[in-house]
């Protein structure tokens, strides 16, 4: 049988080397049986797996496993190597570095990251071999605080790890795919605007902050005239990233991961550079504070809620509640496109991408159903005469 027991220890008679006794839990010399060995010992199986063990008792029943796991064509010699391979922690960095070949943005990165250094709390010592069913049903019972469309944004990011271990390891390990846990949620809705709202609003940040810095209610308007672009990829704009001659902002890092543009009409291209002034350096970032004051340095780029900030100041002094910024603006227009553009065309010029989520605010096909509702109407009232409201009494 393959693998076997060994011990550098001599027999104090003869000088021989001892020898493993199968079954017994004893190294033995040949020549003299009385002479008997059961503690620090090795077992060596094959070429490329050793290990120490204190007695020859805990050495047999590795062996054992070994031989049944060789039986069963399932040894793999990286569980038990002392780099651990095989290690959640060993293959969630993998992974990572993965992704980042990829290309995929560095916000994605990050969510990735925190949900596998999350379940590493757990995970991180155990071979991938080891994480079934039971204890990812208990990560997600563990953090029942959190909401359901939270759990599940974790739940996809820990079926896409595995699917890339499987894939990874198909041929040398067999690592079967675990079955992920039902997360059920529903989406909330955001509140949004009417068109006419959303001017109002703007026009109040034009108010407020235009003589501090223009470039606030640019960014606004910006976000309301072109859904595509979210308020984290506008701060990111370069002054190198925006064309005027050719008409057109790149966006090289964005959510979707590929570099996307959006092309700007002449209005907007001529209203951008009455506010180009004054002009940076080429990796400046263009929506900056041009002037310091308490807590704000000039040159410096917008923060990540700036424009929450003046949205909301406005919406107060409007005394409009419940509207966020994404919603005033991108969920607000592209709900307007709706009643006029198929979900196909917003897609393909208003948004580029769109999630199942936020294509609910497609209203798709509005004028096709109010004209359905209109031939049903008909239809009945041709057919019976008139339209029923309610039952008639019989007299």
Known sequence: MKGSIYVSQKCHKCGSGLGYVEGRGILQ???????????????????????RFKTVNEAERHLTYLRAQTDHNVFDVRDWQKDAPLSFLTLRNQFLKHKHRTGISSKQIRHIEYVLEKAGRDWDKMNIKQITEAEIDDFFNKNHEVGNKTLANWKSVLNHFWTWVVRRERRQSKIEMP?????????????IVDIDTQESILNEISRISFDINPRIWLGVKLLTLYPKIRPGELRNVQESHINLAEQWIVFPDPKEGEPKFIHLVSEDCELIKSLWEPRGLPQMYFFRHLQ???????GRQFGPKYFKTWWDRACKNLGIIGIDLYGGTRHS??????????????????????SDAFKRYFLP?????HVA???NHDIRKKKTGKIMTFREKKS
Request: aromatic share 6%; charged share 20%.
């Open 179 to 191: 079955v992920f846990p039902e997360i059920k949620f529903k989406l909330a809705w955001r509140n």
């Open 373 to 375: 509702t209109r031939a």
């Open 333 to 354: 227009t592209v709900t307007a496109l709706g009643k006029v553009l198929s979900p196909e065309q917003i897609q393909r010029g208003a948004t580029g991408h769109a």
């Open 365 to 369: 096909n509005l004028n096709e159903a």
């Open 29 to 51: 010399c040949p020549k003299h049986p009385d002479v008997n060995w059961t503690g620090n010992c090795r077992v060596k199986f094959g070429r490329t797996h050793s290990k």
């Open 292 to 298: 310091s004051r308490s807590g704000i340095q000039a």
